[in-house]
C-alpha cells in the first residue's frame, strides 16, 4: 500500500483522541503521513476547572493538553482557533478550514459526522465537505447514536494508547474516559463478528465519487476471508 497523507479534521481538543484515536495510531504504525487539525480554541469546555480560570487560560490548557496526546501520536496539532460555539458555514470559518486543507492536501480526511450532537461538530463536518477534495470519511457520533456505519477498523492494538491519548485532556473529565471508550469501541466491535477483534472504530464514507474500493484507504488488516462460507441451508 502506498503511503498516504492522512488528515483529521476535528472540532474541539479531545474529539480526536474518542472518535479517531485508534486508526490514527494504526495509520502511524503502518508508516503512512497523520496530520490532526483542531479547529475550535476549546474556550467553553471548562470541564471542572474552577471559576476564577480566565477563558484565555482554559485555551491554553486545551491546547496543552492536545499537543501531549498528540505528541502520543507523534504529531503536533494545527489549532484553527475558532471561538467555541461559534463555527457557522460562512466566509471566515470556511477560509481557516480551507487553508488548512489546501496545506496539507491530504489523500483521505476524517471529520465528525454531519448529525452529530453539537453544532460544532456538524458544521465542521459540512466545512470539510465543501474544501475537501479527497475522500472523507465520517467518525461515528457520540456514543454512536443514530450511526450506521460502512466500515470498521480493527483497533485492539491500539486500545491502550487510545486511551492514553484522550486521559491527557484532564481538565475535561470528572470520570476516566477509559469505560465510554471500552463500551463504544467494543460494541463496534462485536458488530464486525470476528473473535480475535476485541475494539474497533467506525466510519461513514460520503459517497461522492470513485467509492467502492474505499476500504483499501483505511489501515491495511491481513483478515482471510472464511475458507467457505456456509450455505444457508447448513446454519443453524
Ligand atoms: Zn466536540
Redesign the pocket.
Known sequence: MRKLKIAAF??????TEILVGGTLLKYKAQGHDVHVVIA?DGRR?RGHLPDSVSWQEIVAIRHEEARRACAILGVEPIFLDIEDHRLLDDRDCYEKVIAAMECLNPDVVFT?APN?Y?N??RCLSRLVLNSAWAPVFFAET?CGVDFNPDFYVDITEFIETKIEMARQHQSQFTEDPKETIEIVNRFRALQCRRKEIRYAECFKLYKRFEWVKAYELLPHDDYELPEKIVPTTERN
Open positions: 476535528m472540532p474541539h481538543p479531545d474529539d475550535m469546555g465528525c452529530d453539537h460544532d461538530h457520540s
